[in-house]
């Protein structure tokens, strides 16, 4: 018996460890797994091998997301229509928005007691586009962008590191604030000068003082 039978499954980070177990499994038990990454492709292509077996059908889905995330200043009637609005108009069943709720624990630790100092923000926006075939590239973008730009007179400058992606550099700044952000970057200086630790949304050290 296949519990997941005629179910599918999408499974981001599957050429790592756990998600690479999690899309075996997943195949297993009947599930269509469309493998989701952002690396090198022979590395999805090695966990689709490794699916193929018990699975109706497999597919490696090797579109780049475009995913777009900022907190927001303020939130009402207005922002929810058109949130409303574009998600009528998806074109990817893949695709969706989310609205994250801050406060609460976070918002009572003060703005410069760690490096996350968008403590007073109470909504965080994320727009992710996503989809399979790379001839819908395109229309999936506009989608995605369109929403974005339309939500903007609700939006704040802040962000949130971990949803900034690679081609995002000029916004980490943002993810931390001004003060906060040269204050790790003297950090950065003090315990990694040569920046050996970049790959993520990186922080370059500060450089010395003439």
């Known amino acids: ?44 292509a090695a966990v689709v091998r490794e ?4 699975a109706s059908a497999l597919q490696a889905d090797f579109a780049d997301p475009d995913e777009l995330e900022q907190f927001l200043s303020r939130i009402g009637d207005e922002a929810i229509d058109i949130l409303v609005a574009q998600a009528a108009t998806v074109p990817s069943p893949l695709s969706a928005w989310a609205l994250e709720q801050f406060g609460g ?31 819908e590239s395109a229309r999936n973008i506009r989608w995605t962008r369109e929403l974005w730009s339309a939500m903007q007179p609700f939006s704040s400058e802040a962000v949130y590191v971990n949803y900034l992606d690679t081609d995002e550099a000029d916004r980490v700044p943002d993810a931390y604030g001004a003060a ?31």
């Open 105 to 135: 624990a976070a918002g009572r630790v003060g703005s410069d007691e760690t490096a996350f100092p968008h403590r007073g923000a109470r909504f965080n926006l994320v727009i992710v586009g996503i989809w399979t075939d790379p001839a």
């Open 51 to 54: 699916c193929a077996e018990g």
């Open 1 to 44: 018996m296949r519990p997941l039978a005629n179910r599918t499954a999408l499974v981001t980070g599957a050429s790592m460890g756990i998600g690479r177990a999690i899309a075996r499994r997943l195949s297993q038990d009947g599930a269509r797994v469309i493998v989701h990454h952002y690396g090198d492709e022979a590395a999805a």
């Open 180 to 210: 906060t952000y040269q204050r790790l970057r003297r950090l950065k200086e003090r315990y990694d000068p040569g920046n050996f630790f970049r790959v993520n949304q990186n922080i370059r050290p500060e450089p010395p003082s003439a």
